[in-house]
């Protein structure tokens, strides 16, 4: 049974910053891609970023140049690395895992609350 679960949400104020974890049980060099969705409150849930094992990453527009996803193999974790927050990142943040090249993830955490202050 493969689980990720994620850590690091919490209350910071606009312009500050928060490092979102993603642990997986067992190696992260199974999936060919992870990464960060997120529902804002009263909104469907949208993509924040996407890394694949080919070493690319993929970002929302409304985050980019702020926030960074990276892999550690060694810790089979994945991270959001989120600078210069705003409130209109206020969301539950999901991490995801994908078997194959394209389509869904097949792997959902149970996602961790950012709320940004204004």
């Known amino acids: 049974q493969v689980q990720v679960v994620e850590s690091g949400g919490g209350l910071v104020q606009a312009g500050g910053s928060l490092r979102l974890s993603c642990a997986a049980s067992?190696?992260?060099?199974?999936?060919?891609?992870m990464g960060w969705y997120r529902q804002p409150p009263g909104k469907q849930r949208e993509m924040v970023a996407i890394?694949?094992?080919?070493?690319?990453?993929n970002y929302a527009d409304s985050v980019k140049g702020r926030f960074t996803i990276a892999r550690d193999y060694a810790k089979n974790t994945v991270y959001l690395q989120m600078n210069s927050l705003k409130p209109e990142d206020t969301a539950r943040y999901y991490c995801?895992?994908?078997?194959?090249?394209?389509?869904?993830?097949?792997?959902w955490g149970q996602g961790t609350q950012v709320t940004v202050s204004s």
């Open positions: 995801a895992a994908r078997i194959r090249t394209m389509g869904e993830p097949n792997y």
């Open positions: 067992g190696s992260i060099l199974r999936f060919n891609a």
């Open positions: 890394s694949t094992s080919s070493g690319t990453a």
